[in-house]
């Protein structure tokens, strides 16, 4: 895998973890913290870099599969961002 591939990986892991931190749902009691960007960023890097070399289809571009990569990291992202604000905790941490 190519350094441009990388780099595309890295933005859209990055764009989608500023994403995370900053969509907040109006009228539902919010659980976010100052870390969770964090954690989606690492997840959407790393499935990303995962499905886009395990899927083989669509276009490829420095040895990586374009289309899986960047579906694959949209989709572990809001898994991830569900699981953390939602599920592991359902009240928000004190400030």
Known sequence: MGIGAIILLVVTAAILAAGAQLVRIPGIRDP???YDWAIVGVVALGLGIVVGLVRQIGPQWQGLYIGPAIFGAVF??????GVLR??????????
């Open 76 to 81: 572990w992202s809001v898994v991830v961002t």
């Open 32 to 34: 976010r913290t100052k």
């Open 86 to 95: 939602y599920a592991a905790r359902p009240y928000p941490e004190p400030e």
